[in-house]
């Protein structure tokens, strides 16, 4: 967690400055966003596995899903910091150094607090550094049924997050509002945005924020009643409920293409905590159950890495569809222009139907035995 929260400053920092990069600018904040991403996996994953670790099986879900419940809780407070220090649609260095000062406190005290228990190694066995990635690819070698399941499920719904959460800002400024996002007060300016479109477009970003507070309202609500549920035993087989927020999800997003207007923009982007909430924590728990199922039922413990190892694993199936929705994006707004963004959203509801059909067919132990 440590070293993902260095590599966050460095790229973050970067992607922040990229603007300063010239012809090049480009190319480096791109390059920057996946990476960025990557190490925010670096540091998520192993709190995941820690859940995985701590928590019977019987308790797999609710643990996942009290993680989405306090990253709801993080989204909300760090939302609130980008509806003030986000002024300048331009300018974002402020707003990430803050959130990168914010992630060393809290990433730092669950470091000094958290204490893990090692596996004692057999009388002359070696580990190297490279153990963690032989883990890895055996892990992808022999890769099970059910867990190519969840990741496929988990492709598919990354694959439409990621069409959104790049776009989002850039759909409310330019196709809800109508708005023209370069500063016509600006001394020399030849280009074609005037007050008012710049105004329309500032309207679009205002919404953006508020719309990303809601959402952080709503992802915190949901994901902990559907906690509660769980923990009472009320709500058992968890494929079925992750399938209908991803319905959900999937009928707003292909409604955006059709139904124009604020009031439909305002009830997309906090729709979307629906489908985000069983995202951020039904595959992990579902894997953790898996783990916890399997050395209950063989009596043995497993094996230290296993459980981080196929986190990893899950994670691929998260930055492979980063990488590719970057380029497929990218693509239709050159060919389409702003245009692109409302296709790159309707094929992200289209994304999230096929990852809610896959969840219908996710196996699941009946961890109340």
């Not at 920057?32 to 996996?41: C, E, K, V, W």
């Not at 419940?69 to 402020?94: A, M, R, S, V």
């Not at 406190?105 to 000094?112: E, S």
Request: net charge negative; charged share 15%; with cysteine.
């Amino acid at each position: 967690m440590i070293g993902g929260l260095a590599l966050l400053g460095v790229v973050s920092t970067l992607l922040a400055c990229s603007k300063y990069f010239g012809d090049a600018g480009l190319g480096v904040a791109m390059a920057m966003f996946i990476l960025m991403d990557g190490t925010i996996n670096v540091i998520q994953t192993p709190l995941r596995a820690l859940i995985a670790d701590f928590a019977p099986p019987e308790q797999q879900a609710t643990g996942q899903l009290m993680a989405a419940t306090f990253q709801g809780l993080g989204g909300l407070i760090g939302y609130f910091i980008q509806k003030f220090l986000w002024t300048d649609p331009l300018e974002i260095l402020p707003l990430f150094m803050v959130v990168l000062a914010i992630n060393i406190i809290f990433v730092g005290i669950t470091c000094f607090f958290v204490t893990e228990e090692h596996f004692p190694q057999a009388e002359g066995e070696k580990t190297t550094i490279a153990e963690p990635f032989v883990h890895l690819f055996k892990s992808i070698r022999g890769l099970s049924g059910k867990l190519a399941l969840v990741g496929s499920c988990v492709f598919f719904c990354w694959w439409a997050l990621f069409s959104w959460w790049p776009t989002s800002s850039t759909w409310y400024m330019t196709i809800v509002m109508d708005g023209c996002c370069e500063d016509p007060s600006i001394e020399g300016y030849n280009g074609i945005c005037t007050d008012d479109s710049y105004a329309d477009c500032l309207k679009g970003q205002a919404i953006n924020a508020d719309v990303n507070i809601l959402a952080n309202v709503a992802q915190l609500i949901i994901s902990l009643f559907i906690a509660l549920l769980m923990n009472r035993g009320i709500l058992v087989r968890v494929r079925f409920v992750w399938s209908a927020l991803l319905v959900f999800g999937a009928a707003l997003l292909i409604g955006s293409k059709f139904i124009t207007g604020a009031w439909y923009a305002y009830l997309v982007g906090i729709g979307m905590a629906v489908p985000i909430s069983g995202i951020n924590s039904f595959p992990f728990a579902i894997v953790g159950q898996y783990n916890q199922e399997k050395s209950f039922k063989e009596g043995e413990k497993k094996e230290e890495l296993e459980v981080g190892s196929q986190f990893g694993l899950l994670n691929l199936f998260i930055v492979v569809p980063q990488i590719i929705c970057t380029l497929v994006i990218g693509e239709l707004r050159n060919s389409y222009g702003d245009e692109g963004l409302s296709w790159a959203i309707f094929a992200a509801g289209i994304s999230f139907g096929v990852a809610a059909v896959i969840a219908i067919f996710i196996k699941e132990y009946n961890s109340s035995k």
